[in-house]
T-cell receptor, first 117, second 112 residues
Framework: GAGVSQTPSNKVTEKGKYVELRCDPI?????LYWYRQSLGQGPEFLIY????????DSGLPNDRFFAVRPEGSVSTLKIQRTERGDSAVYLC???????????????FGPGTRLTVL | GQQLNQSPQSMFIQEGEDVSMNCTSS?????WLWYKQDPGEGPVLLIA?????ELTSNGRLTAQFGITRKDSFLNISASIPSDVGIYFC????????????FGQGTRLTINP
């Protein structure tokens, strides 16, 4: 597609359940990023992939969070034993390559709004 | 946690007025970016700055990368109703440049 897509757009789950959030990056983009945005705040970095490997996962809050990108395109963010504090909008972004220079900006998807009851 | 301080947190202006918002940091940033976010959408890139002192325009938007590499501002001239939304500054640190660090956002409301 033309832009980054994320599914589902909304996810409501119960505390303790497992959820998966999917991101389809822009075709040809090798770098993929996950961010989390709490209400009234700016996005916060979780993890980024260069190709299939997680190059920086320093933003993952704990070991309940895990992300994969097995074929270097689609990525899935997985959250185990969800807690109410996990409720937020999860944003995915992609860029042509990793690194900050002209022409390599990050483009964001619409996000998945996760609500943990 | 957040390393960028963005101000003001909110602005209420009349249509046609000019707008100014800024971000500061205690850390040096390699890149400064300004995004706009509408309800239910992801952030959309407005302007990207790559050199200290750089001044860049995009239509009615003008942004500058501070000389010290620790600040940036965004100006919007002659505001129109579609400018309503939340504006975020974001930066990439010199080391570990891949991830973006975001400010808290400036919510812009325009009275017609």
């Amino acid at each position: 597609g033309a832009g980054v897509s994320q599914t589902p757009s909304n996810k409501v789950t119960e505390k303790g359940k497992y959820v998966e959030l999917r991101c389809d990056p822009i075709s040809g983009h090798t770098a993929l990023y996950w961010y989390r945005q709490s209400l009234g705040q700016g996005p916060e970095f979780l993890i980024y992939f260069q190709g299939t490997g997680a190059a920086d996962d320093s933003g993952l809050p704990n070991d309940r969070f895990f992300a994969v990108r097995p074929e270097g395109s689609v990525s899935t963010l997985k959250i185990q034993r969800t807690e109410r504090g996990d409720s937020a909008v999860y944003l995915c972004a992609s860029s042509f390559q990793a690194g900050g220079w002209a022409g390599n900006e990050q483009f964001f998807g619409p996000g998945t709004r996760l609500t943990v009851l | 946690g957040q390393q960028l301080n963005q101000s003001p947190q909110s602005m209420f202006i009349q249509e046609g007025e000019d707008v100014s918002m800024n971000c500061t940091s205690s850390s040096i940033f390699n890149t400064w970016l300004w995004y706009k976010q509408d309800p239910g959408e992801g952030p959309v890139l407005l302007i990207a700055l790559y050199k200290a002192g750089e001044l860049t325009s995009n239509g009615r938007l003008t942004a500058q990368f501070g000389i010290t590499r620790k600040d940036s501002f965004l100006n919007i001239s002659a505001s129109i109703p579609s400018d309503v939304g939340i504006y975020f500054c974001a930066g990439q640190l010199i080391q570990g440049a891949q991830k973006l660090v975001f400010g808290q956002g400036t919510r812009l409301t325009i009275n017609p």
